[in-house]
């Protein structure tokens, strides 16, 4: 007898069709329109068992990777030990070590606004760089927390990274910072855009290939809601 997957069900009002998704962190979702039955869910999950299998199977190598840290987080391709400190409130660096609140919830939720800041000073100047060569200006920078999208840039100049690309190693950074930089010159994604993009960063396909195959380790901690 096949054991059943284990999934939750949301219910979407923009939702137009039945949608699986899995997650390295929080497992299988099926969302559904509004007016759909229950019964859709389980139908869809029986249909994609062997797809939702595979991803399941890649979730967890993601879990093992993660794990794998022990107490330690990357940073631009250095590993950042952790050292827990009774009564700190915030994280400071020194050396190759973080210094972190004792309390575990204290010290995951200081570490993430740690990264922000850091993500702040280690991207701005690499996006005036970036701009400058390509005889454009920025007009605005902003670090977000997205969970599907590491960079993007405005129509009007305005760009944006995801903090978690300092998990990542710094060519990667370097590669996603060129990405959007280049939609200052070329909004659009065509062999034009990927020639500016070669130019100024030739190893670019094999910084992508790395996102696409370690983009569900760029996380603090292997758990929902991260």
Known sequence: MTTPLPYRVRRSDRARRVRVSVDAHSGVEVVLPRDSPQSAAAAAVVELRPWIERRLAQTRAVRAAIAARGGTLPYLGTNLALRPEAGRARVHRRGDTLLVPADAGAARCALERWYRRAARREIAPRAEVAAAALGCSCSALTIRGQRTRWGS??????????????????????????????????????????????????????????????????????????
Do not use: I
């Open 153 to 226: 840039c405005s129509a009007k100049g305005a760009l944006s990274f995801n903090w978690r690309l300092l998990l990542a190693p710094a060519a990667v950074l370097d590669y996603v910072v060129w990405h959007e930089a280049c939609h200052l010159r070329v909004m659009d994604h065509s062999a034009s855009f990927w020639s500016l993009v070669h130019e100024h960063c030739p190893d670019h396909e094999a910084q992508r290939s790395w996102l696409r195959r370690q983009g569900s380790t760029l996380v603090l901690f292997a758990s929902a809601g991260e």
